[in-house]
C-alpha cells in the first residue's frame, strides 16, 4: 500500500493517523506543548500613519506568558527581524518583565510591546512604511500560561504608537 498524506481541519494525517502533533495542547501524560501561528502579514495602509495597531484576542490581563515576533523588510532592502516577550496578569494593563530583541538590519517591526485595549485585549504596535515595507506577525505560547488560541480581531493604522484601540 502506498502512504498518502491529507490535510484537514485537525491537521495533517496519514493511513496510521495524525503526522503532525506540535499543536495539540497538552502530551498525553500531561504537560504542555507549545505553539506559534502566523497571525498574518502586515505592512503599511493608506494614510500618513506609520504604525500598525494589530488587536488580537489574547486578554491584556490574563496570566499569560506570550511572545510575538515580526520577520519582514523595509525599503532599500534592509531586513527587519524583532520579537518581543511578556507576561500578561490580572489586574495589569502593561507588560511583566518584557524583553525585546532585535536582530535585523534596520528599525521597525514591534515597537511598542503592547497595550491593553479598552475591551482587554493585547494590542501590538508595528512601525511600517506605506511603500516597500512588511513582513509577517507570529505569536508563541508554551509550557505555562499558555494561549494557544491567539488571533487577529482588527488592525488600524495611525500616527501614535498606544492608545488606537
Not at 4 to 24: D, K, M, P
Not at 59 to 80: C, I, P, Q, W
Not at 118 to 134: A, E, F, M, R
Request: proline letters at 2%.
Amino acid at each position: 500500500m502506498t502512504d498518502h498524506a491529507l490535510l484537514n481541519e485537525s491537521g495533517l494525517h496519514n493511513y496510521y493517523g495524525r503526522l503532525i502533533t506540535q499543536h495539540v495542547p497538552a502530551y498525553p501524560t500531561g504537560g504542555t506543548r507549545g505553539q506559534r501561528t502566523c497571525l498574518g502579514f502586515f505592512g503599511g495602509l493608506s494614510g500618513n500613519g506609520i504604525y500598525v495597531h494589530v488587536k488580537t484576542t489574547a486578554g491584556g490581563s490574563a496570566d499569560r506568558m506570550h511572545k510575538f515576533e515580526y520577520d519582514g523588510y523595509t525599503y532599500a532592502h534592509l531586513n527587519v527581524h524583532n520579537s518581543v516577550t511578556f507576561y500578561t496578569y490580572s489586574g495589569s494593563a502593561s507588560p511583566y518583565t518584557p524583553s525585546l530583541e532585535n536582530w535585523g538590519e534596520a528599525g521597525g517591526g514591534i515597537v511598542n510591546y503592547y497595550y491593553s485595549s479598552s475591551d482587554d485585549k493585547i494590542v501590538i504596535v508595528l512601525q511600517t512604511n506605506g511603500s516597500y515595507t512588511g513582513g509577517f506577525l507570529y505569536h508563541q505560547t508554551g509550557q505555562t500560561h499558555v494561549q494557544h488560541d491567539c488571533d487577529v480581531l482588527a488592525v488600524a493604522q495611525s500616527t501614535s504608537d498606544s492608545g488606537v484601540y
